[in-house]
């Protein structure tokens, strides 16, 4: 009856008291991939974000709701490939895509990958291009990036999604590698593995008890998502 009695007499926050120390809390949301339809797996993790976010501000805190999209990587090197030979005005901006659009054509591109060895290093070579900062990379993957983000806010306003949601996705740490690359090597603890640059952490082993790497750098000049992970 107590409890009641203040929830009655305090309508706008029903008795809860805000938080004794106001903290910065960092909410991480659905984090669907480019190029990829979301689906009833990112569902929990956004309703769970939003609602934590809500309650978490209500009591004062700053939230920063996080969406850590997956924009970077092996699968824009083979989807600007196959774009560039399949549908280059779309990959030029002249022609929009929707998102169906988009995973259709990365189906398509991931079988390729698959299949043909010269499709497959020419991927590779453009997703180096593309973390090297090549204009004409960035200008495709922007597109893809633009048009699949504008898939995913459609999906947020049906579930009322709070709009205050920042996307910071994988490429966001990509300026960032090549000082992660220098600080291990600061520290010696970056080794040359068949042309890759790798760390060797104590106790990573196969079965035979050989050292396995964790590499940080490709041999053809590319970063892993461990670099990130880092970064």
């Not at 978490?56 to 824009?76: A, P």
């Amino acid at each position: 009856q107590e409890q009641l009695r203040l929830m009655v007499a305090d309508p706008a926050r029903c008795a809860v008291p805000a938080a004794v120390r106001a903290q910065r809390v960092v909410v991480d949301y659905s984090s669907p991939n480019i190029a990829k339809e979301m689906h009833v797996g990112h569902l929990r993790s956004t309703i769970i974000g939003d609602c934590l976010s809500k309650l978490l501000e209500f009591r004062g805190h700053d939230v920063l709701r996080l969406n850590h999209v997956g924009d970077w990587g092996t699968q824009f090197g083979m989807l600007i490939t196959h774009l560039g030979v399949v549908a280059p005005d779309a990959l030029a901006g002249k022609v929009e895509l929707d998102i169906s659009d988009l995973v259709a054509f990365y189906k398509e591109a991931k079988q390729r990958f698959d299949a043909d060895e010269a499709f497959q290093k020419l991927a590779r070579a453009n997703v180096v291009k593309l973390q090297a900062g090549d204009e004409d990379s960035l200008r495709a993957w922007r597109m893809l990036c633009a048009q699949s983000e504008k898939a995913f806010e459609q999906v947020y306003s049906l579930l009322n999604v709070d709009k205050r949601l920042e996307t910071r996705g994988e490429s966001f740490y990509n300026p960032r590698l090549p000082s992660v690359l220098e600080m291990l090597e600061e520290q010696g603890l970056l080794e040359e593995s068949e042309g890759a640059r790798c760390v060797f952490v104590d106790g990573y082993t196969n079965r035979d008890g050989n050292r396995l790497p964790m590499i940080i750098q490709k041999s053809d000049g590319g970063y892993m998502y461990s670099t990130t992970d880092l970064a």
